[in-house]
């Protein structure tokens, strides 16, 4: 959960399954999802991942959106960075 102040839902307590403190901590948890657990799982055969929340909703900050929809939270980077993984045209070490 990354939580950008002003851009959320008012009023409720915010929801997140990790507390991130920065747009920096978010991006990197992002990342290290896809290269530690998806990435890992498509080598055995996985088909395809979905990421369910595009946009934070109401008080679940787990979007890659904010819920005004006003602040993307995730770089284009680093979706770059996690396409190019999935495709197999980043180098791994």
Same mark, same amino acid.
């Given at each position: 959960?990354?939580? =950008?102040?002003?851009?959320?839902?008012? *009023?409720?307590?915010?929801?997140? +399954?990790?507390? %991130?403190? @920065?747009?920096?901590?978010?991006?990197?948890?992002?990342?290290?999802?896809?290269?530690?657990? =998806?990435?890992?799982?498509?080598?055995? *055969?996985?088909?395809?991942?979905? +990421?369910?929340? %595009?946009? @934070?909703?109401?008080?679940?900050?787990?979007?890659?959106?904010?819920?005004?929809?006003?602040? =993307?939270?995730?770089?284009?980077?680093?979706?770059?960075?996690?396409?190019?993984?999935?495709?197999?045209?980043?180098?791994?070490?």
């Amino acid at each position: 959960m990354y939580w =950008v102040e002003g851009n959320d839902d008012e *009023g409720e307590k915010p929801f997140g +399954y990790k507390h %991130l403190h @920065d747009r920096i901590a978010f991006n990197d948890a992002f990342f290290r999802l896809y290269e530690e657990d =998806v990435y890992p799982a498509r080598q055995k *055969g996985l088909a395809a991942s979905v +990421y369910t929340q %595009l946009t @934070d909703v109401q008080q679940e900050l787990n979007g890659l959106v904010t819920y005004d929809r006003m602040v =993307v939270k995730l770089d284009e980077v680093v979706a770059l960075q996690v396409v190019a993984l999935l495709l197999g045209t980043e180098e791994r070490e």
